[in-house]
């Protein structure tokens, strides 16, 4: 390098001279060995451009497809599970659990139950009895009908039920996008859905899961979070990967919210929390948000529901920090749990394949 600079009069700067490698560092790099590639370095097809035909995808991969957006990890299907005992007018379910959700997961529900016939529709794609004519009049959680198929076209799904008012009830099973047939079973009123060996059917997919303990968190969040909403259901979650969460029903008013809130989110929150109600042009707000004493290092205690559904929403994250801009310095953030209820047409909830994201049509009302 000495010689490179004195032919080419290009000696480095004072300030830059600190950045050159010393002798020590210059010896190492000339007596260490040239690099060679490994023995067997693993091959990687081209990408083709040669021409296909067009053709149908079988209903099985189509399954896959949707379960790749809908079904990131068991959480996910925890979370479409619960949804659909919700739907159903359940008042208890039961969640049961283990190896993360990837060995076991079990959603059993008091609900209406589905009559044998339905349960064929119930694991086929885009059938739904929740949704009519009218994309915009979404009037409950689910409402696209793929949950169910997707989560038999990575796993091993039962499905059994009993509607209300009868003594029979049937079941049907789908493993990695094969449908049994219906056959009766004895049952309690409501479904139970049972999915085993989550992503069997796609194994590739297991690589990016994280810890069983990571998941099992991740299946905790889901539920606190939709009990939060419905504090009028007794939510029970249990199994050999965690500790069992019990959270009794509660009346569905002011006081009962309190309770359902201080059940999830502590004492400490429900003791250190200002009641929130607000209303304008159609749109209310209800809730519970911190005093600015009561803050924490990150925004994981923020949770917002906007007609009953939670929602991650940067405009909702940005009107809290708004709001608490002059109490609170930048790296702390409030607690708080807001719902917001409105027209179901001023918001579209089909922007997100998991349904977690929303669309105001009059975002600064919302904000404001």
Not at 269 to 297: C, D, K, M, Q, Y
Request: hydrophobic share 40%.
């Amino acid at each position: 390098m000495q010689r490179l600079w004195k032919s080419t009069s290009a000696r480095p700067s004072s300030a830059c001279r600190h950045l050159l490698p010393t002798g020590r560092e210059k010896a190492a790099f000339i007596t260490a060995p040239p690099f060679s590639p490994p023995p067997n370095p693993p091959k990687i097809a081209p990408m083709t451009t040669a021409p296909r035909t067009i053709r149908q995808l079988t209903d099985t991969v189509i399954n896959q497809i949707a379960a790749g957006e809908v079904i990131e990890r068991p959480a996910s299907v925890v979370k479409e599970l619960v949804e659909n005992a919700l739907d159903a007018g359940a008042t208890r379910i039961e969640v049961a659990t283990a190896g993360g959700g990837l060995s076991l997961i079990r959603v059993t529900d008091n609900g209406g139950g589905m009559p044998p016939e339905e349960l064929p529709l119930a694991v086929s794609r885009h059938c739904t009895s929740k949704l009519t004519d009218d994309i915009h009049d979404i009037r409950s959680l689910g409402f696209r009908g793929e949950a169910l198929p997707s989560i038999g076209s990575v796993a091993r799904l039962s499905l059994r039920s009993r509607p209300e008012g009868t003594d029979s009830a049937a079941e049907i099973s789908v493993e990695g996008g094969r449908v049994s047939a219906v056959k009766p079973v004895a049952a309690n009123r409501g479904t139970t859905v049972e999915v085993r060996d989550l992503f069997f059917a796609t194994p590739a997919r297991l690589k990016f899961m994280k810890s069983e303990r990571a998941e099992t968190a991740a299946i905790t969040e889901v539920v606190k979070r939709m009990a939060l909403a419905f504090p009028h259901v007794r939510f029970t979650l249990t199994g050999s990967d965690r500790n069992t969460l019990e959270l009794a029903a509660v009346p569905a008013d002011g006081e009962g919210l309190l309770r359902r809130i201080a059940q999830v989110m502590g004492r400490d929150f429900a003791e250190n929390t200002l009641p929130i109600e607000a209303a304008r042009e159609g749109v209310s707000l209800s809730g519970h948000a911190s005093i600015p004493s009561f803050s924490r290092a990150n925004a994981m205690l923020q949770y917002f529901y906007v007609n009953g559904r939670p929602v991650r929403d940067k405009l909702l994250t940005g009107a809290i920090r708004g709001a608490y801009m002059d109490a609170l310095p930048r790296d702390r953030h409030a607690v708080a749990a807001l719902f917001i209820t409105l027209d179901p047409a001023l918001v579209d909830v089909n922007v997100h394949p998991a349904k977690a994201d929303v669309r105001f049509r009059d975002p600064g009302l919302v904000r404001g």
